[in-house]
């Protein structure tokens, strides 16, 4: 790995009772020294702020798992990058869940991790083919146009900022993992076509893996030259499988 900070993120999803929560911030925060990698934990919305009462003054960061694409006015349900810099340092975009369940386009996800540069959170874009695509041998063509999405609406500037997930949505949530070198296959690609219009950025750059990572596969991924950190669904939900995944990017 370049000159990297690993980066352990945890997307809990539409999981856990606010006391659930609160908890578990606590024992991560508890069990984090706060050294050789960053670590960032995103609830859902309502608990926000009383997770971010338990991570305050502590190494672990906060984030939220949507922005808007705009600031404040009439967008009933929305949340603005705005308000979530007031609580978060990151913001899930364009995970395939939103994509899939919200008609999230490429475009769309492109303009929300640009609203989030803009408000000063680090947006974590989510991208990944579903398996009719890996299986028509046309996933790191299908990612690609993803990442042209993103990094066009960023700009030169702005994508040495913004952090990519690779996550391939066949390996969501469904104990079927990529393996190591599918993954870096990928996040290779990823790499090579950030660097071809914008060598700095490409360099730094952080991408992530997400897909049933867990306590044990962790290790495998983080030693590849471009995976850079995971981001985590189910083994986040416990502090001690999510604990051994950070100790394995340290
Ligand atoms: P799982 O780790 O549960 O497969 O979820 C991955 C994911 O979607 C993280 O954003």
Same mark, same amino acid.
């Given at each position: 790995m370049a000159d990297r900070t690993p980066l352990i993120a945890g997307n809990w999803k539409m999981n856990l009772e606010e006391w659930q929560a609160v908890e578990l911030a606590g024992s991560i925060a508890d069990g984090f020294k706060g050294t050789g990698v960053d670590v960032v934990l995103c609830p859902p919305f309502p608990w926000l702020v009383p997770v971010a009462a338990v991570l305050q003054g502590t190494p672990v960061a906060l984030g939220a798992q949507d922005c808007s694409t +705009? $600031? =404040? *006015? =009439?967008? $009933?349900g929305q949340v603005s990058p705005a308000m979530l810099n007031a609580l978060c340092s990151y913001v899930i975009v364009g995970h395939s869940e939103r994509r899939r #369940? @919200? @008609? +999230?386009?490429n475009e769309l996800v492109g303009q929300k991790a640009n609203a989030a540069l803009a408000a000063g959170l680090t947006p974590i874009a989510c991208v990944g083919e579903a398996l009719d695509i890996r299986d028509a041998g046309q996933a790191i063509s299908w990612v690609e146009e993803q990442v042209d999405a993103i990094a066009s609406a960023v700009g030169a500037e702005g994508v040495a900022r913004i952090v990519i997930a690779y996550e391939p949505i066949w390996a969501i949530g469904t104990g079927r993992s990529a393996t190591p070198d599918d993954a870096e296959d990928v996040v290779a690609a990823i790499r090579a076509r950030v660097s071809a219009t914008n060598a700095t950025a490409g360099a730094q750059l952080r991408i992530l893996y997400g897909g049933s990572a867990n306590a044990e596969n962790a290790a495998a991924y983080l030693a590849t =030259?471009?995976? #850079? *950190?995971l981001l985590v669904g189910g083994a986040s939900l416990k502090a001690d499988s999510f604990l051994e995944i950070v100790s394995a990017a340290i």
């Open positions: +705009e $600031t =404040a *006015g =009439a967008y $009933t #369940d @919200c @008609c +999230e386009s =030259a471009n995976i #850079d *950190g």
